[in-house]
């Protein structure tokens, strides 16, 4: 049986690249580089952890996951790592998922949430320059969330195309 990483055909490096060209299109004018590779690397990891997995944090199913494990949580608000998890899960699905939550999820209201989690992880964080960024992100987290959903729909819209190979009664 092969390795797992070779069923899946795509590399964390692929995934970033992907996630990297996505958003750069759906951006208009100028934004950050550091952001921008930030950004897509939330949507590269998220895009290889399942909701089940049992290494890492697993990705979140739901905003409801988010409110539980960290909105409710106290604990979370003294811990930089565990705050800048909740601010990406927020990212993630109020963003990229935001066409399936917003049926019943207030996207808005987990928008200050998510960017509050961020502003809050940035003022833990001991390095400056990932406070720096990590308070930047907060800033403009709803840009980003908006990139998110477009890249989301775009995604969605584009066309799949599987060629299959040329049988010989193509040929005549």
Not at 36 to 47: E, G, M, P, V
Not at 60 to 76: G, N, W
Request: some cysteine; overall charge negative.
């Amino acid at each position: 049986m092969e390795p797992l990483s070779e069923l899946l055909a795509t590399t964390e490096r692929q995934a970033l690249e992907f996630f990297f060209v996505g958003l750069r299109d759906v951006t208009e004018g100028e934004v950050d580089v550091q952001e921008l590779l930030y950004n897509a690397s939330i949507l590269a990891h998220y895009a290889q952890v399942s909701t089940r997995a049992g290494f890492d944090v697993p990705a979140p199913a739901s905003l409801i996951e988010v409110f539980d494990q960290f909105v409710l949580d106290e604990t979370v608000r003294h811990d930089a790592s565990l705050l800048e998890t909740a601010a990406t899960q927020c990212l993630l699905l109020a963003g990229f998922f935001e066409s399936q939550m917003r049926h019943r999820h207030n996207i808005r209201w987990y928008a200050g949430v998510g960017a509050g989690f961020f502003r809050e992880a940035a003022h833990l964080e001991k390095s400056p320059r990932k406070a720096e960024l990590l308070d930047t992100v907060g800033r403009h987290f709803e840009p980003w969330r908006l990139r998110y959903a477009r890249l989301s729909r775009e995604l969605r819209l584009r066309p799949y195309v599987i060629r299959r190979p040329a049988s010989p009664d193509d040929l005549s």
